[in-house]
């Protein structure tokens, strides 16, 4: 046993001396540690991000467009009217064309069924559908408003060949 622990001390200590020699002939690079590189390159970071940031200077005619865009609806009936009057608060997460948001993570209801329109808000009242977004809109719905909302919902217009193109995987 105790030739066993020699041998061991004796390779540990040929390996330790051979990394040791190995290290000190081990070209030094201190370039990546250049602090005036390391500033330029920074600097240059920040005016690209800067360029990509800016606003845009037809930023404003891209909002009006937006907001001139308004589905064609026949207020017709005053169950449509209440439910457009309504819907209202759905506007900034669903669009006025009950398009959806990604980035608000709202689903496409315009044109869905309004029965399953109604079934959805009537879950999320009750607590059966949990939406935290959708809370503080759907606990001030009367149930006659949310058969208003589903009547308006299911009259906006429904684009099926855009929807598939919005919602088909990228490659």
């Known amino acids: 046993m105790t030739r066993l622990m020699v041998f061991l001390g004796v390779m540990t200590g040929l390996v330790l001396i051979l990394v040791l020699f190995t290290f000190k002939t081990n070209p030094v ?4 540690f250049d602090l005036k590189k390391v ?23 891209e909002e009006t467009a ?24 759905c506007i900034a997460c669903h ?8 980035s608000q993570k709202a689903p496409h209801i315009g044109g869905q069924y309004d029965w399953y329109v109604e079934k959805q ?3 999320m ?21 949310m ?12 684009d099926k060949e855009k929807w598939i193109l919005d919602n088909t995987p990228k490659k």
């Open 29 to 32: 690079d201190n370039e990546k």
């Open 39 to 61: 500033e330029t390159a920074y600097n240059e970071q920040q005016k690209a991000i800067a360029e990509v940031t800016a606003p845009k200077e037809n930023a404003g005619a």
């Open 66 to 89: 937006e907001i001139e865009y308004a589905p064609v609806v026949d207020l017709s009936t005053p169950q449509l009217q209440a439910g457009a009057k309504t819907y209202g608060q």
């Open 95 to 102: 669009g006025k064309g009950g398009e959806g948001k990604a």
């Open 121 to 123: 808000l009537v879950d």
């Open 125 to 145: 009242k009750s607590g059966a559908r949990i939406n935290v977004a959708m809370n503080p809109i759907v606990k001030g719905l009367s149930p006659d408003d």
């Open 147 to 158: 058969k208003n909302v589903a009547a308006y919902v299911a009259a906006l217009p429904w």
